[in-house]
């Protein structure tokens, strides 16, 4: 017969140590992270004769008059396995309901398909119509599918199978990143392991964007520590190395405007509109050139121990590495510091025999936005493929709760803009 227990932390890591789906957003470190930040956390187990058969990590709203809850990255179960599902479904209903929550929403790992870094279906889900199908007969609503971040979790990834003989992973590299992942190594850029000490490094990149504040990393790093799931790097730019770095594409420059001088002193008299035309362009960057020569020089003067150009955190689990989130100094985006943070760290986790590099939420690929465009690239062009989800899926738990949270969304919105 089955039925619901809460289970604890040791007994719902052993279940997600080992079940086939697994994400890092249904793991006890983010359970206890989201306790930090207005949610309950509980673990929840689909038992038969005391055996686990499916689970979830559940966050249910802390402060609301209206209780919602989520199951991040949806339940841990076979979603082909029809009565598991009827039956875990029924009973989390049950649950909420008691515990006077209105709804759940979820966002399962049920793949739609997946598509090459060029946008080119590789594979699709056979059972998808089915799947979807029934959990809509079984009252979860979908909430569409979006293409940019509007869900719940991104309902696309950039993942790269980094199982691979690392030549090939760099060869599948786009070229035109492989020239920036070489010219930031040779400007001076330097990939440095960090710690909590130095979080304030990450913040500062990351703080207009992310909705959360420093202790939310702070306490990230303290609770995914603990079983050495998380990591941080930062990059640093080396200024002396950049000042010699300049110099000789200066020099390098230099020879080259002076090789093109020679040609039309040679050519006194001949049709040299070609040469012209090239010299002009040169001479552009000799004198662009020129510009960061000085820059690089006052550089090294302000800063010479250096400056922070880029910040990445990313959290392991099993086998795979996942972009929890990174971030950059623009006034540095030209020396292509996150182009070689990413590349050094597919080498580092490779050889410690990582199967695959999500690096995180991008959007529709088939889709042109110019807002995501270059996050995109950025993302895929490391030959990493897109993987597309089902999407959010809400099942209300509560029908009475639920009704009057909509009848009062008018009052609500009124109240909210009064404040």
Known sequence: MYYLKELTNQE?????????????FQTSEYGFLMNTVDYDSIFLGLMDDNKILAASLILIEKESIFKYAYAPKGFLIDYNDKLLVEKFTELIKDYLNKKRVMAIKINPMIVRKFTDHTNNTVNDNPYFNEQMDF??????????????????????????????????????????????IKFADDSGIRIIKGN???????????????????????????????????DYYYSKLDTNAYLISVQKRYQNQ?????????????NVGKDNEEIINNKITEENKLNELKKELIYA????????????????LLVKYREQVYLYTDGSNKEFKNLYPKHLMLWKLIEKYNKEGYKTFNMGGITNPSVDNEKYNNLNEFKLNFNSRSVEYIGDLELI?????????????PFRYILKKDK
């Open 135 to 180: 959990l809509k007969k079984l009252k979860y609503y979908h909430l569409g599918f979006n293409n940019l971040f509007e869900a719940f979790k991104p309902r696309f990834e950039a993942i790269l199978d980094i199982d691979k003989d690392i030549n090939e992973l760099y060869r599948n590299i786009n070229s035109e990143f492989k020239e920036k």
């Open 254 to 266: 230099l020879t080259i405007c002076n090789n093109i001088n020679n040609k039309l002193f040679e």
């Open 12 to 24: 719902f890591n052993n279940f997600t140590d080992s079940f086939p789906l697994y994400s890092i």
């Open 196 to 230: 909590s000490k130095n979080i304030d490094y990450l913040y500062e990149q990351i703080k207009d964007k992310h909705h959360r504040d420093k202790k939310y990393f702070e306490e990230m790093m303290h609770l995914f520590k603990k079983r050495n799931m998380i």
């Open 297 to 312: 020089t006052n550089l090294l003067k302000e800063k010479p121990e250096g400056i922070i150009v880029s910040t990445i």
């Open 397 to 409: 738990t509560n029908n009475t709760l639920y009704t009057l949270y909509r009848n009062s969304k």
